[in-house]
């Protein structure tokens, strides 16, 4: 009797691992922690060829066409008939993948173990370690806190070859890894000092190369929240200039938020100025998250805002971005000036006025009601409104502060002079 070769016993052994499940004997099926993780699998469910551009097998089933359990048997067939073909690891990733569609995890994981200890050295056995891995990766995140998961999933990484590039699932993966981290810390916040370490340790961990920018951006988040403030403004500079669509406009928001907190009004409209020299997505930024600014902010500097290096119509748009957020007054008070200032007449001046009314009316408790007199009154002047802004003023004269008091008496005066000089006005 002839001795077996290692090769065929564990063709063997995973012939008789297989078969119980294949023909419908299993009496457990472990299911996936999340549907289907290995993404290569849906494009051979519809092609029927490797999503790595491999040949099918001769006389091999095509996915999806036949009965799975059939499809499954004739895989295993090829690979115990044709022991020295060159694509016997092939067949043993799709097995893996055919045994995910079924959610058979159990037999997933030793067809790609298989493939990895019989055929090293070569592309499939480096994508079957890698496939292994996030395998394990979503079965810890299933049973471990995420930060947990996600280290040991690091730390199983790192031992990788450093030759074999990330496959698809892999990057998923290492992108999961931060998506369920940023779950975990919105549970506590602000963060607690232990957590935001071990969010560090991880941000160590993760090799710079594959670095998710989702990464960055939470640590930058970890960093702002202990007014580390140039560190945060590193990374999200990284996040900026390395990233598209709703990320890059995530890291600009998250940008002017913080010089918002470090140096209030100037550097705000200083960062503005930067993001649209470096022509960064502004108009998304703003638009599309909130604009968390709450309260006055820091004392402005003693010296003037920095001009925003933008020409009228832009401004203008930038303006009208701003309109629909929450601002704080300085910033708020800031633009009606420049809308007051900058717009006085042209095709332009009407936009401006509209816009400089609704800012008002979106900004009225925040600037107080003497302030907002004031500017509705000045803004009824320069539409015309004559009879309203007389109202306004009224209102000024009432009001119980001795500051807009004075303030509602001059502007009666002006008023009277527009009567007779329209060309007076204030």
């Not at 036949?66 to 020295?84: G, I, K, Q, V, Y």
């Amino acid at each position: 009797m002839r001795r077996r070769t290692p090769l065929v016993a564990a063709a063997l052994l995973l012939a008789l691992a297989w078969n119980a499940e294949v023909w419908g004997h299993s009496r457990r099926r472990l299911e996936p922690p999340r549907p289907a993780p290995v993404k290569p699998a849906d494009a051979e469910a519809t092609t029927g060829a490797p999503a790595d551009g491999t040949p099918s097998l001769p006389g091999g089933s095509q996915a999806g066409n036949r009965d799975r359990a059939a499809s499954l048997a004739d895989l295993m067939r090829e690979f115990n008939t044709r022991p020295n073909h060159p694509e016997r690891p092939h067949v043993l990733l799709k097995l893996a993948q055919e045994a995910l569609q079924e959610g058979q995890v159990a037999k997933a994981e030793l067809a790609y173990g298989l493939a990895a200890a019989l055929f090293p050295g070569t592309p499939q056995a480096a994508r079957a370690r890698q496939e292994r891995l996030v395998l394990d990766f979503y079965r810890d995140l299933g049973q471990l806190p995420p930060l947990t998961a996600g280290r040991r999933f690091l730390e199983k990484a790192a031992r990788l070859p450093a030759a074999s590039p990330p496959g698809p699932a892999l990057q998923e993966a290492l992108r999961e890894v931060w998506l369920a981290a940023e779950r975990q810390l919105s549970l506590a916040q602000p963060t607690p000092l232990p957590l935001a370490e071990e969010v560090l340790a991880l941000f160590e961990l993760h090799p710079q190369a594959n670095r998710p920018p989702e990464a960055a951006l939470l640590v930058a988040r970890l960093l702002r929240e202990r007014g580390l403030a140039g560190e945060a403004r590193q990374l999200l500079q990284q996040v900026l200039h390395s990233s598209a669509g709703h990320l890059k406009s995530r890291a600009v928001l998250e940008l002017l938020e913080l010089a918002w907190e470090s140096h209030g009004l100037p550097e705000f409209l200083a960062t503005l100025a930067r993001c649209h020299e470096e022509k960064q997505p502004l108009a998304q930024a703003l638009g599309t998250w909130l604009l968390r600014l709450e309260g006055p902010g820091p004392a402005p500097a003693a010296e003037a805002p920095p001009k925003l290096g933008l020409a009228g119509q832009e401004r203008l748009r930038l303006w009208e971005d701003l309109a629909g957020q929450p601002l704080p007054p300085s910033l708020a008070a800031h633009i009606l000036d420049d809308l007051a200032k900058s717009f006085p007449a042209g095709e332009e001046a009407s936009r401006a006025t509209r816009l400089h009314q609704a800012i008002l009316e979106g900004a009225r408790e925040e600037l107080g009601l003497g302030y907002y007199q004031d500017r509705a009154g000045l803004s009824h002047v320069k539409l015309g409104q004559l009879r309203a802004a007389e109202e306004a003023f009224q209102a000024l004269v009432q009001d119980g502060d001795p500051f807009w008091q004075l303030v509602g008496r001059t502007r009666l005066l002006d008023l009277e002079l527009v009567r007779h000089a329209p060309q007076a006005a204030p």
